[in-house]
């Protein structure tokens, strides 16, 4: 979902237009801005006393979707309003991976149709949610030579079509896991689902309906162990984090509200619950009011990585030193213990 503000905070604001994009490296140091508010003593488990939040890219319209990949020690994150899919590494800083990356049409004044949320499969295949053409994909190239050449996994629930697939997570069987708000829809767009709906399409091609109570489903993550489903709602009405315990069949048994954001939605704190992971400890980080909650796994708020923007999403690098934040206009990364 997207949120915009106007705030200056060392030495970083949120304007519009954003016209460049370009790293932030400076000499051999980032800049820093924002700061981590402490709830818990949970949270030095994670981050250190002094740990600053770099911003290494910027110059995004609404940064999304990042991904790490290992084999490349790269990480790549969509562009959502320019079509665009990025590729950051700390030797080259940034270079553009694909383009288009989730609109394949013609229209030019679509608001949201790049890719979104993005995952790998079992084979190393890039999973996309495609905002513009409301359907999941599958980029049909390699990732060393990436090309807007996709093949459509599912379009259509009951032959009607998705409204715009958000973002998703795979478990270790291939199934797939994602959520589908209206936000990719533009004015002119038939909605032809009168729910917002939180699917799994099994490796056969099978889709299920797993929710359609939830209002503004959005970020989605695994537990370690596979049992639990968390599904974030961008609702400011209804701003929470939901747990899922799911069955061996991917089912949903139960759920329960995990964590309820609600009050800290304000001004003074931009953003909503949006994109989230799962640390390998069970440790959940994501995107709020504020910036990132980092929330246990029984739904304690141990603190918040403060970046001052409506904060997209996050994601890890494979050995967990470092969390990978897009936030707006900005990409950051906060290291982490």
């Known amino acids: 979902m997207r949120n915009l503000c106007v705030l200056f905070l060392l030495g970083i604001s949120c304007t519009s237009p954003k016209i460049s994009t370009e790293t932030e490296k400076v000499g051999f140091k980032y800049r820093t801005t924002g700061s981590v508010e402490r709830i818990d003593s949970g949270l030095n488990s994670f981050l250190a006393e002094g740990a600053a939040i770099e911003v290494i890219a910027s110059g995004f319209q609404w940064a999304e979707g990042p991904l790490w990949l290992d084999d490349q020690n790269a990480l790549i994150f969509t562009d959502v309003p320019t079509n665009k899919i990025w590729k950051w590494t700390e030797e080259d800083s940034l270079s553009l991976f694909l383009e288009p990356s989730g609109y394949l049409g013609s229209e030019t004044n679509k608001k949201e149709p790049g890719a979104n949320g993005l995952a790998l499969d079992g084979d190393g295949n890039l999973i996309l949610c495609q905002h513009g053409?409301?359907?999941?994909?599958?980029?049909?190239?390699?990732?060393?030579?990436?090309?807007?050449?996709?093949?459509?996994?599912?379009?259509?629930?009951?032959?009607?079509?998705?409204?715009?697939?958000?973002?998703?997570?795979?478990?270790?069987?291939?199934?797939?896991?994602?959520?589908?708000?209206?936000?990719?829809?533009?004015?002119?767009?038939?909605?032809?689902?009168?729910?917002?709906?939180?699917?799994?399409?099994?490796?056969?091609?099978?889709?299920?309906?797993?929710?359609?109570?939830?209002?503004?489903?959005?970020?989605?993550?695994?537990?370690p162990d596979q049992r639990t489903l968390y599904v974030a709602q961008s609702d400011a009405k209804k701003a929470r984090y939901y747990a899922f315990e799911l069955d061996e069949s991917g089912d949903v048994l139960n759920g329960k509200v995990l964590l309820d954001a609600t009050s800290s939605i304000g001004e003074a704190l931009p953003g909503l619950p949006d994109g989230l992971t799962v640390h390998s400890s069970g440790t959940l980080f994501a995107s709020g009011p504020g910036g990132i909650w980092v929330i246990s796994s029984d739904g304690e708020h141990l603190g918040t990585i403060l970046t001052g923007q409506g904060t997209a999403n996050c994601a890890f690098d494979s050995e967990e030193k470092y969390l990978y934040i897009t936030a707006d206009a900005y990409l950051m990364r906060i290291k982490v213990n």
């Open 133 to 223: 053409e409301r359907r999941i994909a599958k980029m049909n190239t390699s990732l060393d030579a990436p090309e807007a050449d996709f093949t459509a996994l599912v379009s259509y629930y009951n032959g009607k079509k998705f409204n715009s697939p958000n973002d998703l997570v795979l478990n270790k069987s291939g199934q797939i896991f994602f959520t589908d708000p209206p936000y990719g829809l533009d004015d002119w767009d038939s909605k032809e689902l009168d729910f917002q709906g939180v699917y799994r399409l099994d490796t056969d091609g099978s889709l299920v309906l797993l929710l359609d109570s939830l209002n503004r489903p959005n970020g989605i993550g695994l537990s």
